[in-house]
């Protein structure tokens, strides 16, 4: 399942660059536009929907998996000295985010108070740390593949960690734009498992779209978090109401 998320991935990124839309793919596969972004969602295509996608991108499936090959051939995670060495410097980190979401050199000069020394000197950094390529003229070519992650319980997860208990849920979540659902409920082990899966699939959906607004304009895109929990919990508030064993 990995291996055909890589692909479908991989797809995108290929449509994406050819400036090739989602109605494009639905007019070949004669299929409505919804359908397609159900099919993408899903990573579900037949052999001969991939062959048709991929002609209409003006490339072969032989392509397609070599893309996805150089893909995961890309830099997955760093170590935990290095995302140290991010997480103790505040600058460098909003620079790390901000390279990691495909923002040039000039928005990044845009919206922070980076001088150019300042910030040539921190893609540098990244540049040695192999998150990035620093090309000629201060363009940044990013090499992370898609699958890249902070190191569970890391020194950059752990930090974020803070930053979600301390600021993040400090709102009312009353927005248009925001959302806060808490459940509580008594689950099997087998309906633990399922939940968990579709939790991952909506992480691998939230990463899909923001690959794919990475070529909009700064100005229409915004920040977004998005928090994934699920845990056996109970509240402490509670506790002095159990009876004791025994």
């Not at 479908?8 to 090739?20: A, Q, T, W």
């Amino acid at each position: 399942m990995a291996q055909v998320t890589a692909l479908v991935v991989s797809l995108k990124r290929i449509l994406r660059g050819n400036g090739i839309r989602y109605s494009d793919v639905g007019e070949a596969l004669g299929l409505s536009e919804s359908s397609v972004k159900r099919r993408f969602s899903r990573n579900e295509f037949t052999l001969a929907e991939l062959d048709t996608i991929c002609a209409l991108a003006g490339v072969q499936i032989s392509d397609l998996v070599k893309h996805m090959e150089q893909q995961q051939g890309q830099l997955q995670c760093l170590s935990t000295g290095q995302e140290q060495e991010i997480a103790d410097d505040s600058a460098l980190l909003v620079v790390t985010v901000c390279v990691l979401n495909h923002w040039t050199f000039e928005e990044i000069r845009a919206f922070y108070t980076f001088d150019e020394h300042e910030l040539v000197q921190m893609l540098a950094r990244l540049d040695r740390l192999r998150l990035i390529e620093l090309l000629p003229r201060n363009r940044i070519k990013l090499l992370v593949a898609t699958n890249f992650g902070w190191l569970p319980n890391g020194p950059i997860e752990r930090m974020f960690l803070r930053a979600i208990q301390q600021d993040f849920f400090s709102t009312r979540f009353d927005r248009e734009d925001h959302e806060l659902i808490v459940l509580n409920g008594m689950l099997s082990d087998a309906s633990n498992a399922e939940l968990r899966r579709r939790l991952r699939r909506l992480a691998r959906d939230f990463d899909s779209l923001n690959q794919e607004d990475a070529g909009l304009p700064l100005q229409e895109r915004h920040g977004n978090t998005l928090v994934l929990a699920v845990r056996d919990w109970r509240y402490q508030g509670f506790a002095q109401y159990l009876r004791e064993a025994g």
